[in-house]
């Protein structure tokens, strides 16, 4: 069975610019969580979405917004990008029908540089 | 306060020693999950174990082992004769819940480990 998939792998954008984030869940996973990872920390939670609901946001600005589609993938977005927004931001699956955050399964991440 | 505590920042090792990793957690749930997770050099953060709070039971897989215990807030991560392909930086989290009967990760910052042939 095929595991999360992000897209891109790698992004470079400029400050000020807007990015779109994509994500696939493992079939058969409803939730889909958001995080974002700078160099040499743990992961920050950004957004968790539950058949197409969101149902937590961490603390984040305005700027990041996200949403999932019926078929349960997901895009993260965010916008007027500043330096400190380039970090790993991973993507992950989980919550096989209870809607609860049990064991979440990532994907491989995008490396989003700002410059 | 910090909720996971992972107070080993680097280890370095030799292979084929044992090596553990120690993770301290704070919650006020009674029903809480702790969790390990693996992230090697490619980024991609790989799940190892969940253990739930009623559950003290400690868990083996292969050279993996888990020590669960409530009474002093710890659940250690240990790797036996640990190999190159260790080295990784290895998270511990916990689950809690939140308003709205939702759950969230909590993550401790990490301790990287690097084996050294």
């Known amino acids: 069975d095929a595991g999360v998939t992000q897209s891109p792998t790698h992004l470079i954008k400029t400050r000020g610019q807007q990015v779109t984030l994509r994500c696939s869940p493992i079939s058969g996973h409803k939730s889909v969580s958001w995080y974002q990872q700078v160099l040499g920390q743990g992961p920050q939670f950004i957004f968790q979405y539950y058949e197409k609901e969101e149902r937590g946001r961490g603390n984040f600005p305005d700027r990041f917004s996200a949403r999932q589609f019926p078929n349960y993938s997901s895009e993260l977005n965010v916008n007027a990008l500043l330096l400190g927004d380039s970090a790993l931001y991973l993507c992950a699956s989980g919550g096989e029908g209870t809607g609860m955050i049990d064991t979440q399964y990532f994907g491989p991440g995008t490396r989003l540089t700002v410059l | 306060a910090q909720k996971v505590t992972q107070a080993q920042t680097e280890i370095s090792v030799v292979e084929k020693e044992d090596v553990t990793l120690d993770c301290v957690y704070e919650t006020r749930d009674t029903t809480y999950y702790l969790f390990w997770y693996k992230q090697p050099p490619s980024g991609e953060l790989v799940f190892l174990i969940r253990?739930?709070?009623?559950d003290e039971q400690n868990e083996i897989s292969g050279r993996y082992s888990w020590n669960f215990q409530k009474s002093t807030s710890s659940f250690n991560f240990t790797i036996t004769a640990s190999q190159v392909v260790d080295s990784a930086v290895y998270f511990c989290a916990l689950s809690e819940r939140e308003a709205g009967n939702n759950r969230k990760l909590i993550w401790g910052l990490g301790t990287s480990l690097a084996v050294n042939p």
């Open positions: 253990r739930n709070s009623f």
